[in-house]
């Protein structure tokens, strides 16, 4: 066998573990991506024992998750006035309505996520299954949630708005943006009792014993 035979043969294998390896790393990314998106849009992420039990677990943390960045932003927003010997209310106030625009925002989006996962991790479910779990999907059906830019709007809110505007001629203007965004922070509040209350009530007739 000539060199030149032998270099060509060296290549294609050359080649040959080069195209295994890119395949072999395509497939770990496509992997990846796909266990990610399965995490985002699902509470049914391998592994798993019992479907059913995986969403409830799921629905429970999110919800939990949700509550905590509330309160959270509850809490910051009640320690802001320990900050006004250092800054004037012009200042801490804008501040006060970003919190609770930051945490409403997130309890709006998480719904709205959890709304789609369930949803999602349903569609692999047996008839028996889905009865299970059809008091939370009524939760979502009887307190729909508009998106969060419809919320933010004041013009889709009147009513909120109105209150508002009320409660900052009675205090300060500056206080009209926080009540605004408390307004939405009660409402996001509300419903998490609402679904904290049918999660339980579902995971006592599916685990009687526990």
């Known amino acids: ?5 032998l270099a060509e043969f060296a290549t294609a294998i050359y080649r040959t573990k080069n195209l295994t390896f890119t395949q072999a790393m395509v497939k770990k990314e496509f992997t990846l991506w796909g266990t990610k998106m399965t ?9 798993y024992d019992n479907a059913l039990s995986a969403i409830i677990i799921g629905l429970d943390r999110d919800v939990e998750r949700a509550k905590s960045i509330l309160i959270l932003g509850l809490g910051m927003v009640m320690l802001s006035s320990t900050f006004a010997p250092f800054a004037p209310p012009t200042v801490i106030l804008p501040i006060v309505a970003l919190i609770f625009a930051c945490c409403a925002g997130y309890a709006r989006m998480n719904y709205h996520r959890m709304e789609k996962k ?3 991790s349903m569609a692999v479910l047996d008839y028996q299954d889905k009865l299970k779990l059809k008091e939370i999907v009524a939760v979502f059906k009887q307190y729909p949630m508009p998106s969060l830019i ?5 013009f889709k809110n009147l009513v909120r708005t109105w209150k508002s505007v009320l409660g900052g001629i009675i205090i300060n203007p500056l206080w009209m943006p926080i009540f605004y965004m408390m307004g939405m922070q009660i409402k996001e509040e509300a419903n998490l009792i609402v679904l904290t209350k049918v999660i339980i009530d579902v995971e006592n007739k599916i685990n009687p014993l526990e």
Do not use: G, I
Not at 1 to 5: A, C, P, R, V
């Open 118 to 120: 369930l949803s999602s």
């Open 1 to 5: 066998m000539s060199l030149s035979l």
């Open 39 to 47: 995490k985002e849009y699902s509470y049914l992420t391998p592994p």
């Open 150 to 154: 419809d919320s933010l709007n004041p």
